[in-house]
Every structure is written in C-alpha cells, then in structure tokens.
C-alpha cells in the first residue's frame, strides 16, 4: 500500500528526505499563493491520517498539515510531499510489539506553545511504552488557554498519567500483574 501512496503523490523518483517536517517550521504564518488543487491536497492528508495509526512519529507534521484542509497554499503542499518522501526513506517504521517485553511502563509527556502562533494554545503530547514497544501516544490541542508553561505541562502529564492507571488496569483485568513502578 505504501508504494501505491508514493506512485500516487508521483514521487517514486524522488529523493528521500531524513525527516518528516522542518524543524521551526512556519506553515501557520506562510503567505504562498493557493494551491490549484485543493483536493489533491486533502486526498494525500488523509491518507497521511490514516498512516498515523500505525506512525507515530508522523502525528504532529499531520496534525500541522490538517489545519489548512480548507485553505492549502503552495508550502503545505511542499510539506506534505516532504512527508511522502520521508516515508520512501523510511518504509519499515511502525508500532512493533516484543515479546520478550519486560512489561514497564514508562510514560513521557510535553507541551508546546510556540508551535501554536495563531491559536496561542499548548499543544499537548504523550506517549507510553510497554517495555521498548510503543502502545500509546496522543497529540492534542488544548481546548483552555493556560496561563503559563508550567500550568500547561501539569495538565500534560495529568492526561498521560490517567492513561497509565488505565493502562495498569487493562494489563491487570488480562491476567498480567504489574508490580512495578509507572
């Protein structure tokens, strides 16, 4: 399937790119043309949507692209096919489950309020490990203001924090004891 997407986006020729997004990007504040095609756009969006689930690591330039389904220029087009490109780099990545897996859980969590110019709101992400395997990650906008960094990094791990208890709990309910720290 991926090697259909790459044929579609026209881009089986092309060089592979490291990464999946610019670091410092300004996509929010780009003042290109309009793209002509605006359907072409929101057809390779989702199928980057739909590639997420099992990527990860492609949540966030997906998240950045989705917001300009309505209004795409020149530059989120660009951005987009930068992510085609890294996926031609970098066929094999997705979400792999060990079964020589040690069962901790380690959780990370951040926000961030300067990928957010236009919306001044934090944007929140986490992710939990089941040994060295990942099993859970979220990225997510706030829906309140926060007042500072440290108020929105508290709200942060609060949300990865109830996923882990959740995540116990699950763990437990399929007969597998977790005794150890999260």
């Known amino acids: 399937m991926l090697w ?4 579609e986006a026209k881009l089986l020729g092309a ?4 990464v999946p997004i610019e670091h410092n990007h300004c996509l929010a504040l780009t003042a290109d043309f309009l793209f002509p095609h605006p359907d072409q756009y929101r057809r390779l969006v989702g199928h980057l949507i739909y590639l997420c689930f099992t990527r990860p690591k492609l949540s966030y330039c997906v998240d950045v692209m989705s917001q300009f389904m309505q209004a795409s220029k020149e530059a989120h087009w660009e951005a987009a096919l930068r992510v085609v490109r890294y996926l031609k780099g970098n066929p094999g ?4 489950l060990r079964k020589d897996c040690d069962l901790q859980l380690p959780g ?24 060295s395997s990942l099993i859970s990650w979220k990225t997510k906008k706030q829906q309140t203001v926060s007042r500072s960094s440290a108020d929105a990094e508290y709200r942060s791990m609060t949300t990865v924090t109830g996923e882990l208890k959740w995540l116990k709990g699950l ?9 150890q720290p999260i």
């Not at 060089?15 to 490291?18: H, W």
């Not at 990545?93 to 792999?96: C, E, H, I, S």
């Not at 001044?120 to 040994?131: A, K, P, S, V």
Request: charge should be positive; proline fraction near 4%.
């Open 15 to 18: 060089k592979p790119s490291n």
């Open 108 to 131: 990370w969590s951040d926000s961030d309020w300067v990928g957010r110019p236009l919306t001044r709101r934090f944007l929140n992400g986490w992710f939990i490990l089941l040994g």
């Open 171 to 179: 763990l437990h309910s399929l007969g597998i004891s977790h005794s």
């Open 93 to 96: 990545q997705g979400v792999l």
């Open 4 to 7: 259909t997407f790459i044929a």
